[in-house]
């Protein structure tokens, strides 16, 4: 056996654990390391085990190793001597991380020196079990005792937490006795009410940025709120954790927080290169949404560093976007505007020896764990030279880079800052020829705008110490960079290339085709910011990636559209009817509420004539078992008119198809009630309808072994229906691109701009929600 191992083994270590810990080489320099400064420290050769633990839970949790030495002496000397001190300790260090520590405040943060009494621990005990007497007498056994130990907790916080709970259990056993069967037995689970379950998740009325949210959770906005997520206050990004304090941190703080005074500041920092999409109002909500929630400012800031692929319609379609999700940016910055300091700070990096000029073509530059450059330690002169004449144009594309010498988390090994690039720039033309990339610009910008929060989706992780290095590197105020989970949905794609694709091949008409899940499609679909926001928050502002169906979307639609939606009734199937026994020339005016649950927001009026029209499926000539519409046996009601119709005679074309019914009608207050009331329209407006199904058949087009041949191949060719005449109701008249209405017992559609004054397109939004029970 090693000399390491028996060190472990001498602080009570089982042998089992010494081999978990020698295979973590960070953490066994660590634990040698302060067992032999509290060896020093006492004078002792050996190190008791009670000692031993808290000095392998300080290895195992302790971040910033250069307080190891001190709070290793503090167990030592017995001034630490629980697991609670040691927390409160490792806390107290975090979150003071500049020299030297003021001792009496630690001790007293700490706890040191506090002795706790055996009668402190009974008289608490027993105030704490009089307290909840009565309840404990009822439920006995079964009652929460957590509940007691997290009061004793507060009232003896630095009590042992062993002999708290060996007090409390032999008082408890004092006032109860020995549990009896009765106290053996599961308690049962409360069974909920499945229906006032369901009333309460329809308890959704979303507004505009989730402010008036009410969910079955938390809204957006209670879960962005204060200390919700746990995220650092304004000027104490050193507590969190992986934060890199230098010797000028807490000064670059101070200067932020006298500046802004503890405001939250965040950004949406999206690529102009292409149009959002769903993942992409998470990232909104988050962003906006933090902002908001806790009384800060976002900043809407375009990622403007690659002219080769961004154009000015994406500029103008993503801040139409955020604003259509109801946000508005507290300033609208570019990273171009900063692209002389981003220069100048690039001359700085070289002068302080952290980036070179660097000869290695692309394809070295690729993968991980690269050998590193033969220009990496070239004369900072040299370096210098070669960048101005990068920036003069004097080297062609991909001939030459400015490197950073530093590796990021994921291995990838000096990562390029600046690259060449002889395409025009939509802001700055022709004035620049080299262009910093997204590593090098976005923890600057950040930085530049003294932003607090840098909220990221996770697979931006591996750039976090990059992040803090080239912030620190600078000796500049260094911003917190968080990572939530990104948000994905089956049967679609998001991805820019992929979309390209989809549109050159004619699968979809462009960006904004319905069937896509890009917000402008969503918003041309007639899906409601609100329901988006709604998702967002019924989704959660999660760490993990997460994967949903897209239903779970379109419930939230339903949700506002039910709401919001007026009714009307149109006929994508007609099936003509005739009322004999109402004059040809007839004509009334029928009102139609458009709310009917709640009559009270308005009604429109309909003409009701002695031809009209009901959907096809309204009708079967031959009676099944079960169908409650319209046969030659079966009246049915006609919705909103009052009247009941009866077959008289079906009239057929030459292939014996059914082209129209000559009925009778009476008034419904006569009649017997029908087993069903049926939609129609007179005197209709003709329409086109588009209905949309999946766009893919699989659940995961871009899996290969989902879809082994691509995801062009997996296209669901009923994507989408033409209804080209179907039949609609007069009071739409008038209504304007996007306007949504609810077809009664068809679905929920929106306007299309390929509307006409000659003819109107409506694209269904969203199905109603299926009746099972209704044939």
Request: proline share 5%; hydrophobic share 35%.
């Amino acid at each position: 056996m090693d000399d390491t191992s028996t060190l472990f083994i001498s602080i009570g270590l089982s042998e089992q654990k010494v081999k978990e810990t020698l295979k973590n080489a960070a953490l066994s320099a660590t634990l040698k390391s302060a067992i032999v400064q509290a060896r020093s420290v006492s004078g002792a050769t050996e190190v008791d085990k009670a000692a031993g633990t808290l000095l392998y839970n300080l290895a195992s949790r302790l971040k910033d190793t250069k307080r190891l030495a001190f709070l290793a002496e503090n167990i030592a000397l017995c001034k630490i001597t629980t697991e609670q001190q040691l927390a409160a300790a490792l806390e107290f260090v975090k979150t003071h991380p500049q020299d030297p520590l003021n001792h009496s405040e630690f001790n007293e943060a700490c706890g040191v020196g506090v002795v706790i009494t055996p009668e402190q621990i009974e008289d608490a005990v027993e105030s704490v079990i009089k307290k909840h007497k009565e309840q404990l007498e009822k439920e006995r056994y079964h009652f929460n005792m957590g509940l007691l130990m997290g009061e004793l907790r507060s009232a003896l916080k630095w009590a042992d937490g062993k002999v708290l709970k060996n007090e409390m259990d032999m008082q408890v056993l004092h006032l109860l006795g020995p549990k009896t069967e009765a106290d053996l037995e599961k308690k049962s689970k409360t069974q909920k009410n499945k229906n006032e379950n369901e009333v309460k998740m329809k308890k959704e009325a979303v507004a505009l940025n989730g402010e008036t949210t009410v969910m079955e959770g938390k809204s957006l906005m209670e879960q962005l709120r204060g200390e919700a997520l746990k995220f650092h206050k304004p000027g104490e990004n050193y507590t969190t954790e992986g934060y890199v304090v230098t010797p000028n941190t807490m000064n670059l703080l101070k200067k932020h927080l006298e500046l802004f005074g503890g405001q939250i500041r965040t950004r949406f920092p999206p690529e102009p290169n292409g149009i959002l999409h769903i993942g992409h109002a998470k990232a909104i909500n988050f962003n906006f949404g933090y902002a908001k929630a806790n009384n800060g400012i976002c900043f809407l800031r375009y990622d403007d560093t690659n002219p080769e692929k961004e154009e000015e319609k994406y500029f103008t379609a993503i801040k139409d976007m955020v604003e259509w999700l109801g946000y508005t940016p507290y300033a609208v910055t570019h990273a171009s505007d900063n692209f002389q300091q981003l220069y100048d700070l690039a001359l700085e990096l070289i002068r302080r020896g952290h980036a070179y000029v660097c000869h290695q073509k692309g394809e070295e530059l690729k993968g991980h764990n690269t050998p590193p450059s033969p220009w990496r330690d070239r004369p900072i002169e040299e370096s210098l030279v070669l960048f101005e004449r990068m920036k003069k144009g004097m080297f062609a594309e991909g001939e030459i880079t400015l490197r950073m010498k530093t590796v990021m988390e994921d291995g990838k090994m000096d990562p390029v800052a600046y690259r060449i690039k002889y395409t025009p720039h939509h802001r700055t033309g022709d004035e620049w020829c080299i262009y910093p990339t997204y590593d090098y610009t976005h923890c600057l910008c950040d930085s530049i705008e003294n932003i607090t929060h840098s909220l990221c989706t996770k697979e931006f992780q591996a750039r976090r110490s990059s992040y803090y290095w080239l912030c620190n590197a600078l000796d500049l105020y260094c911003p917190v960079q968080w990572e939530y989970g990104r948000l994905n949905l089956t049967y679609t794609v998001v991805s820019k290339r992929k979309i390209i694709k989809l549109v050159e091949k004619g699968v979809v008409r462009d960006w904004d085709d319905p069937r896509l899940f890009t917000l402008t499609a969503l918003r041309r679909r007639g899906f409601p910011p609100e329901a988006i926001n709604n998702f967002c928050a019924r989704v959660g502002v999660t760490v993990s990636q997460t994967t949903t169906e897209p239903h779970l979307l379109e419930a939230c639609v339903r949700d506002v559209l039910n709401e919001t939606a007026p009714r009307a009734m149109a006929v994508l199937e007609p099936l003509k009817i005739t009322i004999v026994n109402l004059p040809e020339d007839s004509k009334s005016e029928v009102r139609v509420p458009d709310f009917p649950a709640n009559e009270a927001k308005g009604s429109h009026t309909v003409p009701f004539k002695s031809t009209i029209f009901i959907e096809q499926s309204d009708f079967r000539e031959v009676m099944e078992k079960g169908y409650k519409r319209l046969t030659p046996e079966q009246p049915v009601g006609l919705r909103h008119a009052g009247y009941v119709i009866s077959v008289k005679k079906i009239i057929k074309d030459a292939q014996g198809k059914v082209v129209e019914l000559q009925v009778s009608c009476c008034s419904s207050d006569t009649a017997e009630k029908p087993k069903a009331f049926i939609h129609w329209v007179s005197q209709p407006l003709v329409c086109e309808v588009r209905i949309y199904e999946r766009l893919f058949i699989h659940k995961h087009p871009e899996d290969p072994a989902e879809v082994p041949d691509g995801f062009l191949s997996d296209i669901n060719p009923n994507s989408m229906q033409v209804v080209n005449s179907a039949f609609v109701d007069t009071s739409v008249k008038g209504a304007k691109v996007l306007d949504k209405f609810q077809f009664e017992r068809v679905g929920y559609f929106s306007l299309d701009p390929d509307s006409t004054s000659d003819k109107l397109v409506f694209n269904r939004t969203v199905t109603l929600k299926e009746d099972p029970g209704k044939i």
